[in-house]
């Protein structure tokens, strides 16, 4: 996992540097909360497993994708129900702080995360799953330690980001060529 980590920290510097850069000389506070969103994530991912394993998936299934149909109602609504807008004065001003920013980056929509979090619903216990994504967390975390460093090229170059993914691109072409499909 933590091999997973390192080799996509180009894809991590790309989808969490700038909540890196935003958090300035808070980014310790915003990395704890990716460490203890991840090590959740992987302990819910590796429960989940479990569950699915005993027939009990579909429940589990049913349950997260209703309320998930629910929040998504509620946000298409015109008119927000009194709840929506208590949850937004509740939790919007957390979205400031870096921990807690850190800690929803956990559940961000990004392949690489998905692909780490198969891996904990895998792994067979709880604990394992948590300690699946905190190695992950650990091989994302020197690129995502330094973005700040980048900024001055990024400000210099800004073209250069584009033409790392470019040649990722073209990497991951040549590979899926000559039929070399893993990732890790």
């Known amino acids: 996992m933590m ?74 609504l015109p008119a927000r129900p009194p709840l929506w807008g208590y949850l937004l004065r509740v939790f919007g001003p957390l979205l400031r702080r870096p921990f807690f920013l850190g800690l929803l980056t956990a559940v961000l929509p990004c392949s690489l995360l998905a692909a780490a979090w198969m891996q904990a619903a895998a792994s067979g216990s709880t604990l394992r799953g948590a300690a699946f994504m ?12 330094f973005a700040h460093l980048l900024s001055p090229l990024a400000r210099r170059w800004p073209r250069a980001g584009s033409l790392v993914v470019f040649w990722l691109g073209l990497t991951m072409l040549w590979r899926a060529w000559r039929g070399e499909v893993w990732c890790g």
Request: with cysteine; aromatic share 8%; net charge positive.
């Open 134 to 145: 905190t190695c992950f967390w650990l091989g994302t975390l020197p690129a995502l330690s």
């Open 3 to 76: 091999v997973l980590g390192l080799v996509g920290s180009t894809h991590c510097l790309g989808m969490c540097g700038g909540f890196v850069l935003a958090t300035g000389k808070r980014a310790p506070a915003y990395q704890a909360g990716r460490l203890l969103g991840y090590a959740l994530v992987g302990a819910a991912m590796a429960t989940a497993g479990w569950a699915a394993r005993l027939g009990l998936g579909n429940r589990l299934f049913m349950l997260v994708a209703g309320l998930s149909m629910v929040a998504l109602a509620a946000n298409l």
